[in-house]
């Protein structure tokens, strides 16, 4: 079992920064790739990044692409999103994923899930 924690949310304005943690239960970098997602009011969960096992590969939705940086710290169990040049449109709740046989942008592939940190990006 893995719990993941995000935190780092919160409101900002549009062209502004935000670096988003999510803090895994256990190390899990060797063995699981690792997500984040968004879901903003009345629309379905998005892919937004994703983190191979290794760290090797990273895949990025078009719409983030050049403004949002995933990273790990397998000493620290935690997976990093560095979003700048924040939108209004980027505004949505963020889940941390984690899982071991994923397919980068399918959230049904993956197995474990964060509670959600809220992103809000002001015009």
């Known amino acids: 079992q893995v719990q993941l924690v995000e935190s780092g949310g919160g409101l900002v304005q549009a062209g502004g920064s935000l670096r988003l943690s999510c803090a895994a239960s256990?190390?899990?970098?060797?063995?699981?790739?690792m997500g984040w997602f968004r879901q903003a009011p009345g629309k379905e969960r998005e892919f937004v990044v994703n983190i191979s096992s290794s760290g090797g590969s990273r895949y990025y939705a078009d719409s983030v692409k050049g403004r949002f940086t995933i990273s790990g710290d397998n000493a620290k169990n935690t997976v990093s999103l560095q979003m700048n040049s924040l939108k209004p449109e980027d505004t949505a709740v963020y889940y941390c994923?984690?899982?071991?046989?994923?397919?980068?942008?399918?959230?049904?592939?993956?197995?474990?899930w964060g509670q959600g940190t809220q992103v809000t990006v002001s015009s």
């Open positions: 256990r190390r899990t970098f060797s063995s699981y790739a």
């Open positions: 994923a984690a899982g071991r046989a994923v397919v980068a942008g399918s959230a049904q592939t993956y197995e474990y």
